[in-house]
T-cell receptor, first 113, second 114 residues
Framework: SQKIEQNSEALNIQEGKTATLTCNYT??????LQWYRQDPGRGPVFLLL?????KEKRKERLKVTFDTTLKQSLFHITASQPADSATYLC????????????FGTGTKLQVIP | NAGVMQNPRHLVRRRGQEARLRCSPM?????VYWYRQLPEEGLKFMVY????????ESGMPKERFSAEFPKEGPSILRIQQVVRGDSAAYFC????????????FGSGTRLTVV
């Protein structure tokens, strides 16, 4: 069956360091992979989208890589700040031409001042 | 642009009552999605709609749940005869036509069944 796996354990890092979150998937051939941020009691907020033919995408302090051979995406936040503390969700669009998105369970990031 | 508007933010229903959750997508967005989230769990897909059409309802329970997105007005997620297990946060998201857009989510409706 299709699975999207994110580390369920919280990630604690020191302010100023680079946070790296992992998303692994099985039984998918995703056309697109997305990352979202979710704060407690709020809806997810879209951060970045990367296509299957792209290896890497950047936006300000964020970087996403997408390895379709390893079936893995890495999400990096450089120079992390306490305000980056949140749950980060990986999401896949499984089929080209069809917009339904399936979400992973998320990884909680805590940036310690 | 007010973004995706969901109401009510909080809804309390007694077992057996009906719950109606409303979602107005962002202006210019023609696709609406409903997701359910339980505490400490991920977002579970329920239904994907376009105006007047249900595209995919594979995540929605066959009984008691229905969704619509009429030509005029908001999308409605309707839960009949609610049970305690329906207590959750229900999120609506919208997107424009095209695959390579992220979703814009609303703030959710927190349904509590007592």
């Amino acid at each position: 069956s299709q699975k999207i796996e994110q580390n369920s354990e919280a990630l604690n890092i020191q302010e100023g360091k680079t946070a790296t979150l992992t998303c692994n998937y099985t039984n998918y051939s995703p056309a697109y992979l997305q990352w979202y941020r979710q704060d407690p009691g709020r809806g997810p907020v879209f951060l970045l989208l990367i296509r299957e033919n792209e290896k890497e995408k950047r936006k300000e302090r964020l970087k996403v890589t997408f390895d379709t051979t390893l079936k893995q995406s890495l999400f990096h936040i450089t120079a992390s700040q306490p305000a980056d503390s949140a749950t980060y969700l990986c999401a896949l669009t499984g089929t080209r031409g069809y917009q339904k998105v399936t979400f992973g369970t998320g990884t909680k990031l805590q940036v310690i001042p | 642009n007010a973004g995706v508007m969901q109401n009510p933010r909080h809804l309390v229903r007694r077992r057996g009552q009906e719950a109606r959750l409303r979602c107005s997508p962002m202006k210019g967005h023609s696709h609406v999605y409903w997701y359910r989230q339980l505490p400490e769990e991920g977002l579970k897909f329920m239904v994907y709609l376009q105006k007047e059409n249900i595209i995919d309802e594979s995540g929605m329970p066959k009984e008691r749940f229905s969704a619509e997105f009429p030509k005029e007005g908001p999308s409605i997620l309707r839960i009949q005869q609610v049970v305690r297990g329906d207590s959750a946060a229900y999120f609506c998201a919208s997107s424009p036509q095209g695959e390579d857009y992220g979703y814009t989510f609303g703030s959710g409706t927190r349904l509590t069944v007592v």
